[in-house]
């Protein structure tokens, strides 16, 4: 068996033999019989990848040579990213024990869409939640925006700092701006 193993592909496990210079031995096979080679690759590019393999026997004389050659064509894309970010915008001053609302604006920078996002709210002491829109949030287009709202009760004196924080479940090319603090 011969298979020039194609640019694009790292190989990681072969089962049912092993390559010399991209040949392999399979010995003897038995009329009727078969043999199954499994190799497995780490995709180290995009683009078209085109493995081939040929058989071929020394003896007896292969009688019909015309399905000696199996080709397998696979397209590799380049896994989706999607970079959120998000701001947020809260008053500068508020009373104990009266009810705040912060405005929180997630963005999908792309260059793909975002899906299963998740946004976390963290209060600090003193701080209670009453209510927050956040779950309203769970994909974006590229380059949309959606806003939430957090509602939360001053319950004592001092600065006070909320913070929101956002993920998808896709790669984030820059994960640097996916919390905002206000």
């Known amino acids: 068996l ?13 089962t049912g033999g092993s390559f010399n210079q ?19 690759a780490l995709i180290t590019s995009t683009g078209t990848i ?11 004389v292969d009688l019909d040579a015309s399905n000696n050659t199996s080709s397998v064509q696979t397209v590799v894309v380049a896994a989706p ?31 793909d869409k975002a899906e ?3 946004i976390t709210n963290g209060l600090p002491a003193g701080v209670s939640l009453v209510s927050s829109t956040h779950n309203t949030i769970t994909s974006l287009e590229v380059g949309a925006t959606a ?16 913070t929101s924080s956002v993920t998808g479940s896709i790669e984030d090319p820059n994960p640097a701006n996916n919390t905002a603090s206000v």
């Open 50 to 60: 085109t493995n081939t393999a040929t058989v071929s026997a020394v003896n007896p």
């Open 116 to 118: 299963n996002i998740s």
């Open 22 to 40: 991209d040949v392999m031995n399979l010995g003897t096979i038995g009329v009727a019989e078969s043999k199954v080679i499994v190799v497995k």
């Open 147 to 162: 806003t939430f709202e957090v509602k939360v009760t001053m319950e004592t004196l001092g600065s006070k700092q909320i």
């Open 81 to 111: 990213k999607a970079d959120l970010a998000i701001t947020g915008t809260g008053p500068a001053e508020a009373f104990k024990g009266n009810e705040v609302v912060y405005n929180f604006t997630v963005t999908n920078n792309g260059p």
């Open 2 to 14: 011969t298979d020039a193993i194609p640019s694009g592909l790292n190989v990681v496990a072969v």
